[in-house]
């Protein structure tokens, strides 16, 4: 209940903000490619689904402020479980599904071109490991924590009025796994945490 009255208040306030005098908005869509930094499996192979919306407003002629609410599929791939010939069984991947509120500080470069940075604070949908037959049921508990909080880098290429090319990268800070907050002792250094790391390509469109 806490979760959708949450998502409720947030969706309410871009509406409004967006219908207020001297606010800009619009909508995101596009497509994220992610990895899971301590995870064992290296590149940008899982790929998801971006969709949201945004309110903004200038700060200064050539600085303004952005929030975002989006929808985000993160997670890390194992290419090897597709591969007939080659088939590794051995190193399980991770799916998981965010509503994300980044909030952004935007510098006018010239025209056409922003620069952007920002912090984000993720909520968790739905997380959980895969292997080559699916969804790995052994988790009594969802294995990931609630929140994935990062930062991020942007740039905003304006294509025209209402269309700009938008791509970032963004990082978490803290870990991820549940099980990477454990008691551990303090010489085990073969643990370090589980990180998202996701580089996105999206089109915002400006109402």
């Given at each position: ?39 064992d499996l290296g590149g940008f192979n899982k ?161």
């Amino acid at each position: 209940m806490l979760r959708k009255s949450a998502i409720l208040l947030c969706c309410g306030f871009l509406t409004i903000s967006i219908q207020a005098q001297n606010f800009g908005g619009g909508v995101i869509l596009g497509l994220s490619t992610s990895q899971v930094g301590g995870d064992d499996l290296g590149g940008f192979n899982k790929a998801g689904l971006l969709v949201g919306a945004f309110v903004n407003k200038s700060i200064s002629e050539l600085l303004s402020g952005q929030m975002e609410m989006t929808f985000i599929h993160k997670g890390s791939d194992n290419p090897n479980m597709k591969d007939s010939e080659h088939k590794d069984y051995s190193q399980e991947d991770i799916s998981s599904s965010y509503i994300e509120i980044p909030l952004l500080l935007q510098y006018q470069q010239n025209s056409k071109l922003i620069i952007e940075g920002g912090v984000q604070l993720a909520y968790l949908i739905n997380g959980y490991y895969n292997d080559s037959y699916g969804k790995i049921p052994i988790y009594s508990v969802d294995p990931f924590i609630e929140y994935d909080f990062g930062l991020l880098l942007g740039i905003d290429y304006r294509y025209s009025e209402h269309i700009s090319l938008n791509t970032r990268l963004s990082n978490s800070i803290l870990p991820i796994g549940a099980e990477d907050y454990d008691v551990v002792d303090s010489y085990n250094s073969s643990r370090k945490g589980k990180y998202n790391s996701v580089l996105s390509f999206a089109i915002h469109y400006n109402l």
